[in-house]
């Protein structure tokens, strides 16, 4: 800013933020009825799943919490080569030995 002073700053960057205030659209939460019903039913989804999983985890020994052993899990990888629309390699990442006991 030069040798602006700081008021004389200060207040360009006001005139540059009112400015901009009136193009951005508004980001308000959307709090309709059927959008906050959809949104505890994800919740509740999610949660019935957490503890499904954390169950059979259990009566399996894993003792980790489910979101470590979720966020484990999503480092395997499957990749499939394609062309011309025919398939002609499927390779999937190594996954350890204590990961792969869980999902059998």
Known sequence: MGDAK???SGSRQAER???SRGKRKSIMPDHRPDRVRNH???CFLAHWL???????WRLKG??????????????????RLEVDGQSLKIKVTRVPKELNAILS
């Open 50 to 56: 957490s503890a499904k999983l954390r169950t059979q």
């Open 62 to 79: 894993e003792t980790i919490e489910v979101h470590n052993l979720l966020r484990q899990l999503q480092t395997i990888r499957l990749g």
């Open 6 to 8: 700081p008021s004389e």
């Open 40 to 42: 505890v039913r994800i």
């Open 17 to 19: 933020l009112n400015a």
